[in-house]
């Protein structure tokens, strides 16, 4: 936490760009070193796949072309959203009102490039923002969802964002579904997958080696396109991110990490 809080206080004084260049520098490493010593393939399968997405444009970023892959072969994949979104464009309350729809149907747009039916998606709607902080009732509401869905749809593969991904809601997507998995007792493999951490989290700082441990590749040559039309799906997003921060996700290789139970 001091460590956190320390970066907190030095990214409010970088200039903007320089700032932006050396987390550019640093994901792109990282990413690069992953990708060539730090990974073993992951082997494609034919199982269900879950996809949890703590914002809409997460689930693309992070797992489009496995999700492509996927639908090409027939093998269903389901998205769920938790939050509604409404937070990447300020607090303006009409603004917000604005944005939760418009990125509903941009998510609705990007999921039917990379194959997914409107049926398989579902929208959980909890407030931007807010995951990390749900009061015990909700919290156990939300889990309930989760386990709901867990349950009617039995996955053999579950898509979750870092456990470290240096953002509240991607953290507690991750913590509410692993929770969701252990009330459900089902056997899955859980995979995370990388939006900020190789971004906001520095090396041997924030982020350790066994953060990084058990990292895998999965390639999606035969999907990049459909995986770049995903992502320029998202309009209202791609526009409010950093410079450099959408090439990551261009590779023609996504990272996961399995978590161990």
Known sequence: MKHKNSLVKLEKIIPN??????????????SWWILTCGSKPLVFNQQLAMVFSPHQDDETLGCGGMIARKREQGIPVVVTFLTDGRGSHGLDPHIQNKIINIRKQE???????????????????????????????????????????????????????H??????????????VKEAIAQTGITVALLQYPIWVFWRAPLFILLNLQDIAAAYRLSITSVQDKKQRAI?????????LPRGFIKRFLNSEEIFFKTEF
Request: hydrophobic residues 30%; negative net charge.
């Open 232 to 240: 320029s799906a998202y309009p209202s997003q791609v526009q409010m």
């Open 163 to 176: 456990h470290k991904d240096c953002h509240q809601d991607h953290e507690a997507t991750y913590n509410l």
């Open 107 to 161: 998510s609705l747009t990007a999921l039917n490039i990379l194959g997914v039916e409107p049926s398989k998606i579902h929208f959980l709607d909890k407030e931007d923002g807010t995951l990390k902080y749900l009061k015990l009732e909700e919290k156990q509401q939300t889990i309930s969802q989760i386990c709901e869905l867990l349950q009617r749809y039995q996955p053999g593969e579950i898509y979750v964002p």
């Open 17 to 30: 760009n320089l700032l932006n260049q050396i987390q550019y520098i640093h994901s792109s490493l990282l």
